[in-house]
């Protein structure tokens, strides 16, 4: 079993950048593929980025393709989800979950994929 405590959130203008990082503990970090979702109010939950367990492996929703970067460092256990140019709608509760399973270039989008969930941390844009 993995532990994962996400960090980084906060208030930022439209056009600003946040870094997020999910750090995991419990377990061997890189035995987990790894993606960041978030929830917007009134939203279902939606897939953001993923990563696999190598850490070549990077798959991006459209909206966020050219603004977001996922990235791992499996030696400090951690996952980062760098966003850039960011715009209102990108307002919404952001979630690391990690996956057990597949390949070391494993990469999935689908939460149904997921078992451990972080508790979610608040990205807020403002115009």
């Known amino acids: 079993q993995v532990q994962l405590v996400e960090s980084g959130g906060g208030l930022v203008q439209a056009g600003g950048s946040l870094r997020l990082s999910c750090a995991a503990s419990?377990?061997?970090?890189?035995?987990?593929?790894s993606a960041w979702f978030r929830q917007a109010p009134g939203k279902e939950r939606a897939f953001v980025a993923a990563?696999?367990?190598?850490?070549?492996?990077?798959y991006y929703e459209d909206s966020v393709k050219g603004r977001f970067t996922i990235s791992r460092d499996n030696a400090k256990n951690t996952v980062y989800l760098q966003m850039n140019s960011l715009k209102p709608e990108d307002t919404a509760v952001y979630y690391c979950?990690?996956?057990?399973?597949?390949?070391?270039?494993?990469?999935?989008?689908?939460?149904?994929?997921?078992?451990?969930w972080g508790q979610g941390t608040q990205v807020t844009v403002s115009s």
């Open positions: 979950a990690a996956g057990v399973g597949g390949t070391y270039y494993y990469i999935s989008y689908l939460s149904s994929e997921y078992t451990y």
């Open positions: 419990g377990r061997t970090f890189s035995n987990y593929y």
């Open positions: 990563i696999a367990r190598s850490g070549d492996g990077t």
